[in-house]
């Protein structure tokens, strides 16, 4: 075989094991005949970390010995593969979410009204934290109940200019008018000037970003 | 897989790699000694016997070592010739005692069978309907097995994982966890909405109004821009590039707030400018009147 | 955060990740509003591939996605990392893998039938818990035998993209060559052997393919 520049040998033995690895393993590589010093493979090891600048990993010495680990600065997109997959939103938030959008300011127990049924906290909870909901006053009345509503991160996320973009209660009715109108959103272009009257495709096509992903 | 497995892909690997002709060269190796014998002549030292049929892939292996053995062309192979070489194989394996697979005992079934059936005159009518040569299962299944032999040795051949190549893999420093929340459609939020409001519809108290939606949002805008509660004047509330339109939707905002009991118009004297503030608790409510504004518009 | 430049984040995730990615895959490390195209995507991997000429690692296609490896150059000093030497497959495992992988899916029944003899079922076992084969499904007829079928898996460790990637399947030789053989059986007896210092060049050619292998 071929001799291989030691501080080649190096890395692509750091980067099949993906773990640290002293010199005296290393060293371990070799046969006795061919086997490196220490001064040798430590120089390789300078070598191979001088090399690393500008790439997107780094050499490190800890205590088990030497570690190609992939640099700190990449730890936020990377970590994302390791997520899992996120689940899904119960009716009852999108429910909830979607009377504070269309009632606001509106309390728990307004929601509960139209509902008919007791308001999760957990629920509120959620959307407070998603940034999508927060409180903006209280009822005086007895108990000084909550008003919640959206926020501008809401109508960034779900691609709206303000709460007039929402289609009216009028064209909500006719839910498969409304259906059509969606899906045809998603084949407009968005860059395309879209008239004031009419909202809709805008919304839709924005909102369908994030459902194909 | 290790053990006797090990020694008979050795032995085997010793018989293909040995040139028909060149008889000198050891086939296998028994117990140190080189066995420089060829099967073909059927002397063969008992022990090497033993490691050369487990060397064997069963009866199919065998019968086509012997024709490759011989550069015998499989798609005319001398049946009688191989029968009896075959036959001698399995006579001199039971003499040893050697667990004989019952396979091999088949194939010779089936070898025996070709054989008698070769033996028989052919029929005179050449050139009508041919008769089907005795042999063609058997050269079918011997060419069959040999193109999945061949494929995995190239299976084998195939550089892999651990073997020959390896996965390249460097720790990430400073991996956080991160949670994904769950994505939602507004056809989802719609929807949902829908439904509600056909419930609420069945519940026949209804009041979902059909204000402008804009109404609504700037009611919760002002409640905002009141949250310091103190008095913000009247005029502050309104915003000039948003022109006509802009203006009557945040006036119809406050008169709702005001009729909802949420804001109170304070005026010191007529014609003095006119301020909002947030009406201020009763004073048998909780002591805390502030809001709970984290996020500012 | 800095913008870092999709390669080196390309080259980060699959290091990190150690194991295949899909386009997808990486794709989902970013945000919805920066989430590079598939094009753009393919355009860094290309770039990655081009820098690793030179270097001990290469990137490749597998049946999962991307994968940075060491290069085969390498395995020498490489595998003696491990204490383990990587185990060596009996003819009768590779016989039985590539009749799964060329045939699937395929009942051992008929695994038997070409091979002549009964499948071992320590074999199955060993290739199941490998990961490479698994029941794909059962034949319709009396017994319902199990299909077996190859992984994804089994793609990725011989670093194939597809069952396509296979190397073909030597042809059969066709049948009408013996019955050309049998016309002429008349002149020369059939039941006569062959001399057998006299082998035939086709047979002779065939004989030389398995002995080198």
């Not at chain 1, 390789?44 to 001088?50: R, S, V």
């Not at chain 2, 062309?73 to 019952?102: K, N, S």
């Amino acid at each position: 075989m071929e001799q291989k520049p030691l501080r080649d040998i190096v890395e692509a033995a750091l980067l099949a094991f993906g773990q640290p690895l002293s010199v005296g393993q290393l060293r371990e590589m070799f046969d006795a005949g061919e086997r490196p010093d220490e001064a040798e493979l430590r120089a390789a090891l300078a070598a191979l970390a001088e090399d690393c600048a500008g790439r997107p990993i780094e050499l490190v010495e800890v205590a088990s010995g030497w570690r190609l680990q992939v640099r700190s600065e990449f730890a936020l997109p990377v970590s994302r593969l390791w997520q899992e997959r996120p689940g899904r939103y119960s009716r009852a938030l999108l429910e909830t979410l979607a009377l504070i959008a269309y009632r606001q300011p509106i309390t728990r127990g307004e929601i509960e009204d139209v509902r008919g049924v007791a308001v999760n906290p957990h629920i509120v909870r959620t959307l407070s934290e998603r940034g999508w909901i927060r409180v903006v006053g209280h009822r005086e009345v007895p108990g000084r109940p909550e008003l919640l509503g959206t926020t501008r991160e809401f109508l960034d996320y779900f691609g709206l200019r303000g709460l007039d973009d929402l289609p009216t209660l009028a064209a909500l009715r006719d839910m498969d008018h409304l259906g059509v109108q969606l899906e045809f959103g998603e084949v407009m272009p968005v860059v395309e000037p879209v008239p004031e009257s009419a909202p809709e495709p805008v919304a839709a096509a924005e909102a369908a970003g994030p459902a194909a992903g | 897989m290790n053990g006797p497995d090990e020694l008979a892909v050795t032995a085997h690997d010793a018989l293909a790699s040995i040139p028909p002709q060149q008889a000198e060269m050891p086939f296998a190796i028994v117990e140190g000694e080189p066995v420089t014998e060829i099967p073909r002549d059927l002397y063969i030292p008992p022990q090497a016997l033993e490691v050369f049929l487990e060397a064997f892939e069963g009866p199919l292996d065998l019968l086509l070592y012997m024709i490759r053995r011989q550069n015998l062309d499989i798609l005319d192979i001398p049946i009688a010739d191989i029968t009896r070489q075959y036959m001698e194989y399995i006579q001199l394996m039971q003499e040893l005692d050697l667990e004989l697979a019952g396979e091999y005992l088949l194939m010779a079934a089936m070898l025996a069978e070709i054989k008698s059936r070769m033996l028989l005159p052919r029929s005179q009518e050449a050139g009508l309907a041919e008769e089907a040569d005795p042999r063609a299962e058997l050269v079918r299944r011997l060419q069959e097995y040999e193109r999945f032999k061949l494929a995995a040795e190239n299976l084998d051949q195939i550089p892999r994982l651990e073997r020959d190549l390896h996965q390249a893999h460097a720790e990430l420093a400073g991996r956080r966890v991160v949670r994904l929340l769950p994505e939602v459609t507004l056809q989802e939020m719609l929807l949902a909405f829908k439904d509600v409001v056909q419930r609420a519809t069945m519940f026949a108290h209804l009041h979902v109004a059909r204000e402008a939606l804009s109404v609504r949002q700037r009611m919760s805008e002002v409640l905002v821009a009141l949250a310091g509660g103190g008095l913000v004047e009247f005029v502050r509330l309104f915003r000039a590039e948003e022109g006509r339109m802009g203006v009557t939707v945040t006036f119809v905002a406050l008169l709702e707030l005001l009729r909802e009991g949420l804001i109170e118009a304070v005026q010191a004297e007529p014609y003095a400018p006119v301020h909002l503030r947030r009406v201020t608790p009763p004073p048998d409510a909780p002591g805390v009147d502030e809001l709970t504004v984290t996020t500012v518009i």
